[in-house]
């Protein structure tokens, strides 16, 4: 099922249609400040090993990572001194995976990592859901094939005729992004870019 929202106006009803599907374990496509991604209410295990058998990854040792609407929330989920939440505050919302040390909040599939990716994209759609929601959504970007056309991972029709039936419902925000975040590893205290992807860090 293909939904079409907007970055602003949108009714509440189609919101909280959105939020209904993750509350009851379903999987949702959505687009983000970089790519489009695949996700679910990111507290519910079986749609997070539903998501986990979509992408072909082990959580053991893979990284998860989860959308927070509110910096305030991250707390609940990861580990973070004043100079990251510092760090976090000047470079958020924007195109990052901040990975921290996860606490005993996460469900059990992420503790086993010790570890937790953190996003809060630059898009005004998911983090309307996400604070909806009031609880982290679970996020990977979608699965890609690097032979096939870069359309089946930015157009939102394209993407509902390749995985409309994986999932419960993608959301139509426009062409996606072909960037992806950029990852800041915090586990040590200290920011480490592993990947540069669009978002360029301010160490202020």
Same mark, same amino acid.
């Given at each position: 099922?293909?939904?079409? =929202? +907007?970055? $602003?106006n949108?009714s509440?009803?189609?919101?909280?249609?959105?939020?209904?599907i993750?509350n009851?374990?379903?999987?949702?496509i +959505?687009? #983000?400040?970089?790519?489009?991604?695949i996700?679910?209410?990111g507290?519910?295990?079986r749609?997070? @090993?539903?998501?986990?058998?979509?992408?072909?990854i !082990?959580?053991?040792?893979?990284?998860?990572?989860l959308?927070?609407?509110?910096?305030?929330?991250i707390?609940? +989920?990861?580990?973070?001194?004043?100079?990251?939440?510092?760090l976090m505050?000047?470079?958020?919302?924007?195109?990052?995976t901040?990975i921290?040390?996860?606490t #005993?909040?996460?469900p059990?599939?992420? $503790?086993?990592?010790?570890e937790?990716?953190?996003?809060? *994209?630059?898009?005004?759609?998911?983090? @309307?859901?996400?604070?909806?929601?009031?609880?982290?959504?679970m996020?990977?970007?979608?699965? &890609? !094939?690097? &032979? @096939?056309d870069?359309?089946?991972? %930015?157009? *939102?029709?394209?993407?509902?005729?390749?995985?409309?039936?994986?999932?419960?419902?993608?959301? !139509?925000?426009?062409i996606?992004? #072909?960037e992806?975040? #950029?990852?800041? !590893?915090c %586990?040590s205290?200290?920011?480490e870019?592993?990947?540069?992807?669009?978002?360029? =860090?301010? @160490?202020g």
């Amino acid at each position: 099922m293909l939904l079409k =929202l +907007y970055e $602003r106006n949108n009714s509440i009803q189609n919101l909280q249609q959105v939020v209904d599907i993750l509350n009851n374990g379903g999987l949702i496509i +959505y687009p #983000t400040d970089t790519m489009y991604a695949i996700g679910c209410h990111g507290l519910k295990e079986r749609a997070i @090993e539903r998501i986990c058998r979509i992408k072909d990854i !082990d959580p053991r040792k893979n990284n998860l990572s989860l959308i927070c609407y509110d910096l305030s929330i991250i707390s609940e +989920y990861a580990k973070m001194d004043n100079n990251i939440f510092k760090l976090m505050k000047r470079n958020l919302p924007g195109a990052f995976t901040f990975i921290l040390s996860g606490t #005993t909040r996460l469900p059990k599939i992420f $503790r086993n990592r010790k570890e937790v990716g953190i996003r809060m *994209p630059d898009n005004s759609i998911i983090q @309307e859901i996400a604070r909806m929601l009031d609880a982290p959504i679970m996020t990977t970007t979608l699965p &890609h !094939d690097d &032979h @096939e056309d870069i359309e089946y991972s %930015t157009d *939102p029709e394209l993407i509902d005729e390749k995985y409309g039936d994986l999932v419960d419902l993608v959301i !139509d925000g426009g062409i996606g992004g #072909t960037e992806f975040s #950029t990852i800041v !590893d915090c %586990t040590s205290g200290e920011a480490e870019v592993l990947r540069q992807g669009k978002g360029r =860090l301010d @160490e202020g």
